[in-house]
């Protein structure tokens, strides 16, 4: 199966059954086809891919989750620094070291992520769980 286009609208919770289940409600695009959006029925399993939420550029604890330095010992502003960046040896940071900078933006697939509910007139898929990105966001839907 292609892929199927839809924007995230929202995320929302329903019933099933004595439990709630959080679910993201997406859109299917104007384009799609009422047949491409029939082979899909609540219960199936979709890889959803889209572009994540930007965070900008951050430090790295939050990037990757770096533990910091001491709080005590005559450390006043090492707390959240990422330490030492290497041997001496080559003289150089060796490509690839985890370091701050830029970070969310990139295209993201999540997997296996159950159909709860679908509203074909009003072309509208729910999804358990969290999508990739922000509202409004273009999603890919594969079966």
Known sequence: ???IIATKKHMTQIWDGET???VTVLEFAPKIESGEI???KAGDMVRVSGISHG?????VV???GFHGGPKSHGQKDRLRAPGSLGPTA???VIKGR???GRMGAKRVTVRNLKIARMVPEER???VRGAVPGMRGTKIEIRK
Do not use: D, N, S
């Open 90 to 92: 080559p003289q150089r």
């Open 20 to 22: 709630v289940v959080p």
């Open 1 to 3: 199966m292609e892929k």
């Open 98 to 100: 985890k370091m701050a």
């Open 38 to 40: 029939e082979k899909l």
């Open 55 to 59: 965070k900008g550029f951050q430090g």
């Open 124 to 126: 509208l898929i729910m």
């Open 62 to 64: 939050k990037r990757h």
